[in-house]
């Protein structure tokens, strides 16, 4: 895999990879933060592997989120879903109030933020929205660390389904009824010592994968 990034992450609070926005990094060690990224882009390809996201959105988060324990993440909780056939309105809002209970008033800010910066720069929104035909998918994951030391992230995947899509920006308005929308988060956390056990096997999995991505801090 070839990974072209600029600074360390620590230094900035989000970073934008292809469609996914990963926030909270900043003041945590770009070892760390360089982890938690490697097991989110491995756990991907893992399930990209086995299903389409944009045709089987719960089978393939089942197997994203397995791809994550493999790497020594433990699920904390089980997934929050939603799934409304028929949707208008804010999906940005939809987010905020499916996930606003795994996470801290911090993290929610935080996100905030790294989706502002996003609207800033078309080339990016436009890659983070994933458009492709009628369907596009895109991925949040908050990280932050509790007070054992450990580190938690909470996945999101997002899909939505249009008939016709006519917006100023492709992913935060819909007005059109008779679309489709899936978001499903979970919450997992992992020990530091299976950080230490994990991090030689990930990396070397990362160095063996052929799949591009580019790395944009926010």
């Not at 996201?53 to 993440?73: I, K, R, V």
């Not at 938690?152 to 100023?168: A, D, E, P, Q, W």
């Not at 992992?190 to 056990?197: F, G, H």
């Not at 030689?200 to 799949?211: F, G, P, T």
Request: hydrophobic share 45%; charged share 25%.
């Amino acid at each position: 895999m070839d990974i072209k990034s600029s600074a360390g992450s620590s230094r900035n609070n989000a970073v934008a990879v292809n469609n996914m926005l990963f926030t909270g990094l900043q003041g945590r060690t770009e070892a760390d933060n360089r982890f938690v990224r490697n097991c989110i882009y491995l756990a991907q390809i893992a399930a990209d592997s086995r299903c389409d996201s944009s045709l089987q959105p719960a089978e393939w988060f089942d197997y994203f989120a397995g791809g994550l324990w493999s790497c020594g993440w433990n699920p904390e909780e089980k997934p929050v879903v939603l799934v409304q056939k028929e949707f208008s309105g804010s999906v940005r809002e939809a987010w905020r109030r499916l996930t606003a209970p795994l996470l801290a008033r911090v993290q929610l800010e935080q996100v905030e933020a790294g989706l502002a910066a996003l609207e800033k720069d078309v080339a990016l929104l436009q890659r983070f929205t994933a458009l492709s035909g009628k369907t596009f998918t895109s991925h949040i994951v908050p990280v932050s660390q509790n007070a054992s030391g450990e580190l938690v992230v909470v996945i999101s995947h997002i899909r939505f389904f249009k008939l016709v899509l006519s917006t100023n920006y492709l992913f935060w308005q819909v007005h059109q009824p008779m679309s489709q929308l899936d978001i499903r988060a979970r919450r997992l956390v992992i020990k530091r010592s299976a950080i230490d056990e994990n991090r030689e096997v990930v990396d070397q999995a990362i160095r063996e994968s052929v799949v591009d991505l580019e790395e944009v801090e926010l």
